[in-house]
């Protein structure tokens, strides 16, 4: 680890999401299925949790580490959920539970792929089909968790085509829920130094969506428009639904707290010592500061968690202490 006191905001990844799921094998077998690879996994039997680190590991998107790139999906399982018939993942679209939202793949052909699933015989919240927006899906995880699915070009460019290749699908973005966008936008750009790649304003539905990230060697500005944003792994979406934040009571849930779903962000920094210190110096909350076991979580504006931690110092100590926080 680096032992200067600077830190470049530049150099920063949104490493991985984090979702709790019931049953892993299911869980895997189903984002496998999806293309994606199983690239770490890590157990801790003294705390009776798994982790598992899922990918799509094409030339596009892999890194030489797992810890060093952005598109890393986490799934958390606690052991004993698979067997507990009254326990439930909250997928955090519902209350009390609501608040995060999404994840997002962008795949190469979103009929064919869409269609690659539904003959698999999983479940869609919403098919292509369904209602005014015929360009995204949803497919539902066994979890329940929604899965978005965007295309990385026009629908009309792929309504013919029959065949699709996973290995070409990205993890595009997450998405979370937030109180009050100019206090979000602010803090994950000027505190957490993002850039704001996209903004949508629905404003006939009452929403804006706002996607951030860090740079990305993977996304392909060539693409132009809509389908440069899908060639991006490892954005946030920040949705915003207007008038929450003029609610003095409003909330939404962090998926920290019962009913549980949703953990965190992980953003993987140069120097997780000056990182923190400049969080400091911009008076951030904290979930949990840094200490020898090289990991912090930071606090957002609506108490989502952020991880904080620096590439290849992912270990099992570290770990061990974020596994104490989720269980």
Known sequence: MATDMATNPAKYKINHSMLRVKDPKASLKYYEFLGMKKIHEMSIPELQFDLYFLAYDSPRSASSHWSDRQGVLQLGHMHGWENDDNFKISNGNSDPG?????????VDNIQAACQRIEDAGYPFKK????GRMRNIAFALDPDDYWVEIIGQTSVEETEDVTETDPRAYLFNHTMIRVKNQMASLKFYQETMGMTLV??????SSGFNLYFLGYPSESANPAAGGDYSFASHEGLLELTWNYGTEKDPDFSYHNGNTDPQGFGHICVSVD?????????????????KRL?????AFVLDPDNYWIEVSFPFFLLSYAFRFEVKMLK
């Open 291 to 295: 200490t020898k076991d090289g990991a």
């Open 127 to 130: 098919k292509l089909s369904d």
């Open 98 to 106: 609501k608040g995060f939202g999404h994840v997002c793949i962008s």
């Open 271 to 287: 120097d997780v010592d000056a990182a923190c210190a400049r969080f400091e110096g911009k008076g951030v909350r904290w979930q």
């Open 198 to 203: 996209r903004t949508i304003e629905m404003t």
